[in-house]
């Protein structure tokens, strides 16, 4: 079984105490638990840090579930201030094995805004 801590931005959960990737990386580190992994939430990270791509190169070593979310309005994954199709290269590049999952507000129709995860079809 592994668990997972997510550093989450104040903006959407003011006076949550985990609002910093380096403050996760801090307790990961003290904890040295082999099952406790970080949540690496790319809309949180772009809103944290403003730099969400150097977020991972700093921290991406210690997902193990990564959730993503357009910015701005945390829709589908597309055009705004997370060049997605990069991270996700990015991902490939580095070997990256584990799950991926969008966590957002649909804009529209579910089923219409599926197609950033590059399935034929949808």
Known sequence: MSLTIEPINPVDMPGYF????DLAA??????GAA??????DMYHAQMITGDGMAAWEAHGHR?????????PGRHEPGPGEVDYPAFFARLDAGG?????SGEYNPAGRTEDG?????????
């Open 26 to 31: 801090e307790v990961l580190d003290e904890v």
């Open 35 to 40: 099952n406790l992994g970080l949540q690496f």
């Open 96 to 100: 990256y094995a584990g799950w991926v």
């Open 18 to 21: 985990l609002n910093d990737f």
């Open 63 to 71: 997902a193990r579930h990564i959730q993503v979310g357009g910015l």
């Open 114 to 122: 599926l197609g950033w995860i590059g399935v034929p079809g949808v």
